[in-house]
């Protein structure tokens, strides 16, 4: 069986991450880790996100929560997909991919996620536009 895990970024410049295990609980859990670095040049960011102690060979999928309300009440933000408050951290040019990931049979390799290696550790690398 697959382990999924999740990594919610709030916020991309100076934010925290939230660490969101899913199924059972593993040793070390308590002392897993996430950071996040940012590169900035011209119209596109790099963004990397590293893991320490999370569970090991277990897929992450990254997610930002960007959904919300101005001062007027209008909604902003959100996944262009199932309209929901969270949206794959992917670059514009990985939409078509999601859409076919998510249509179809999933994947092994989402352009949002990671796979941890033995000791539970990984790193998520995208370019954002």
């Known amino acids: 069986m697959t382990q999924l895990g999740e990594l919610t970024a709030w916020g991309l410049m100076g ?8 199924g059972s609980d593993y040793p070390g859990q308590k002392s897993a880790q996430a950071w996040l670095e940012t590169f900035q040049s011209g119209d596109m960011t790099e963004v990397k ?10 897929l992450y999928t990254v997610w ?6 101005d001062q007027d009440g209008n909604c902003f933000g959100g996944n262009p ?6 949206t794959p951290m992917a670059a514009g040019s990985d939409l ?10 999933g994947s092994q390799n989402p352009v949002n996620g990671f ?12 370019q954002l536009d």
């Open 96 to 105: 078509d991919q999601l859409v076919v990931d998510w249509i179809g049979k």
């Open 115 to 126: 796979w941890t290696n033995d000791f539970g550790q990984g790193v998520l690398i995208k």
């Open 64 to 69: 930002l929560r960007v959904k919300g309300n």
């Open 49 to 58: 996100i590293f893991l320490r102690n999370g569970r090991p060979n277990t």
């Open 81 to 86: 997909l199932s309209n929901g408050g969270a």
């Open 15 to 22: 934010c925290e991450l939230m660490v969101s295990l899913t």
